[in-house]
């Protein structure tokens, strides 16, 4: 009898104790918690993120971005669309930053401008449903490794680390997307490459037989037309020359040298790419995608991957 009261005794106590250790642990993770949201710079989370601005200091630009129904898009200094990946980052690095440290919880002007948070600092505004907040970013510190910020309305300085500030400070063309053609590539129905002096080539794809139909007629290597087609899905634009040119010719582009249809599974689906002169100051092409918007810079090596891949799209192992 005694044995067993002994061994409800114990019981009872281990559950006691199982119990006050749940509560010190649960107490320590909601410190921990407590002292993590103390740490970080903003109290929202990237994707409740519904527009963003950055006000460069001086001559810098204005960039605005406003998220849509159809992802990111860049509103000021220009509309386009934006880079979903590019956005995506700068916001996660943003709203995730922390404080190193309180410098000063109210700096004199003499202070604020030693620490570029004046007329020189950089704004960046992030509007959510609750409202915009406004992030002052100042200069560099003396070691390059932190900078210095403040919120708009508030005197208070904070160190953070320098990734911040260049993350806050990133150009248009970082922030705007740069894809050549948007199309997938195993869905292709139809290549058209023409260029300049040389025969045009043409490559079908049905029920995954892939052939080739000009300039002579051939069993197409799927393997070569998928590289070449993928080239195309992956590149990027290298610059933006010209948003509105009133005529092409000055790029070689009307006629191009070289001139790329896709027609895709889906009717009436078709990309285009044209390629024009060399735009040496860049090391690159002039190329306008769709026969409409911006002209813009393709790198030399994409090009020659074109070049040198339109005339090496046949099955070299298939039975002749």
């Given amino acids: 009898m ?3 009261r002994k061994t ?6 281990l559950i006691v104790l199982g119990g006050a250790f749940q509560l010190f ?3 320590q993770e909601a410190s921990r918690q407590a002292q993590e949201a103390e740490l970080r710079l903003l109290p929202f989370a990237a994707d409740e993120v519904r527009e963003f601005r950055i006000d460069s200091a001086g001559d810098g630009p204005r960039i605005r971005a406003v998220r849509g129904p159809d992802g990111w898009q860049l509103v000021q200094p220009l509309r386009a669309k934006g880079d979903a990946e590019a956005i995506g980052k700068l916001l996660a690095n943003i709203v995730g930053a922390r404080k190193d440290a309180l410098l000063f919880a109210q700096a004199d002007p003499a202070k604020l401008a030693e620490l570029g948070l004046d007329a020189r600092a950089t704004e960046m505004g992030l509007r959510t449903a609750a409202g915009e907040t406004v992030l002052v970013l100042g200069a560099r510190g003396p070691t390059n490794n932190v900078a210095y910020v403040m919120f708009e309305g508030r005197p208070e300085v904070y160190r953070i680390h320098a990734d911040l500030r260049m993350d806050a400070t990133r150009d ?3 922030l705007r997307d740069k894809t050549i053609l948007a199309f997938d590539p195993v869905k292709m129905r139809r290549l058209e490459i023409a260029r300049q ?5 043409v490559v079908e794809q049905e029920q995954g037989r892939w052939n080739l139909l000009q300039p002579v007629a051939a069993r197409a290597s799927m393997a070569k037309v998928l590289e070449l087609l993928y080239a195309l899905k992956n590149g990027q634009a290298k610059a ?10 000055p790029y070689g582009l009307d006629p191009p040298m070289l001139r790329l249809t896709i027609h895709e599974e889906r009717l009436g689906a078709v990309q285009r790419l044209a390629i024009g002169a060399k735009d040496r100051a860049r090391r690159g092409y002039f190329a306008q995608a769709n026969q409409a918007g911006p002209v813009f810079d393709l790198e030399e090596e994409l090009v020659n991957t074109i070049v040198l891949g339109m005339e090496k799209l046949s099955d070299e192992d298939a039975p002749r």
């Fill in 172 to 174: 248009v063309l970082a």
């Fill in 197 to 201: 002096g040389a025969p045009e080539v």
């Fill in 2 to 4: 005694n044995f067993a």
């Fill in 240 to 249: 933006f020359v010209d948003e509105d040119p009133p005529a092409l010719a």
């Fill in 25 to 27: 642990d649960r107490r």
């Fill in 8 to 13: 409800v005794f114990w019981l009872i106590v």
